[in-house]
T-cell receptor, first 117, second 112 residues
């Protein structure tokens, strides 16, 4: 009964490269949420997706960042032309439906630590 | 803009002590308040609170919500070194995407 799976656990990129972060939700969950966490700060919401749809991307920077959750396969958070300020832990969470529908909490993955050299 | 403030930011205690962590919030159309425990990796869910005055309990951990004064507390009794973690508080609002807003967390260190 696997939980939310994120990979890679650690990712190192040089400035200007692309970073791809993957998230497979828990079995039976069709809603995925991405968060960013800087040291000693709380989780900042980035984007909320359902299969093949972006529901809410109000927390995601307009440039260089994109997210998808295809019909088949994991959700991908993509950061193009990375800069030092993108260094952070990126967490993915999933829920069976939108959290408001069932009044159930999100379940989190272990995160991807992104370091930009 | 929704706001969640946790205090203290950090706390150092000895095993056996009792601690109280605070979370105050400002949110339009409050729906629920959640507590998570974060060690080195994934935040793990502790409690969801929706009603004032009803204590939720799990072992040595308990939490209560005051919707009039807009705060919640998380109590841990007889602390153990395994309780060392960052404790995150989040609030959800009704309507829209129900995306929770998180506080910065309280870092708890329990010394043997």
């Amino acid at each position: 009964n696997a939980g939310v799976m994120q990979n890679p656990r650690h990712l190192v990129r040089r400035r200007g490269q692309e970073a791809r972060l993957r998230c497979s939700p828990m079995k039976g969950h069709s809603h995925v949420y991405w968060y960013r966490q800087l040291p000693e700060e709380g989780l900042k919401f980035m984007v909320y997706l359902q299969k093949e749809n972006i529901i809410d991307e109000s927390g995601m920077p307009k440039e260089r960042f994109s997210a998808e959750f295809p019909k088949e396969g994991p959700s991908i958070l993509r950061i193009q032309q990375v800069v030092r300020g993108d260094s952070a832990a990126y967490f993915c969470a999933s829920s069976p439906q939108g959290v408001g529908v069932l009044n159930q909490p999100q379940h989190f993955g272990d995160g991807t630590r992104l370091s930009i050299l | 803009e929704d706001k969640v403030v946790q205090s203290p930011l950090s706390l150092v205690v000895h095993e056996g002590d009792t601690v109280t962590l605070n979370c105050s919030y400002e949110v339009t159309n409050f729906r629920s308040l959640l507590w998570y425990k974060q060690e080195k990796k994934a935040p793990t869910f502790l409690f969801m609170l929706t009603s004032s005055g009803i204590e939720k309990k799990s072992g040595r951990l308990s939490s209560i919500l005051d919707k009039k004064e807009l705060f919640s507390i998380l109590n841990i009794t007889a602390t153990q070194t395994g309780d060392s973690a960052v404790y995150l508080c989040a609030v959800e609002r009704s309507g829209g995407s129900y995306i929770p807003t998180f506080g910065r967390g309280t870092s708890l260190i329990v010394h043997p």
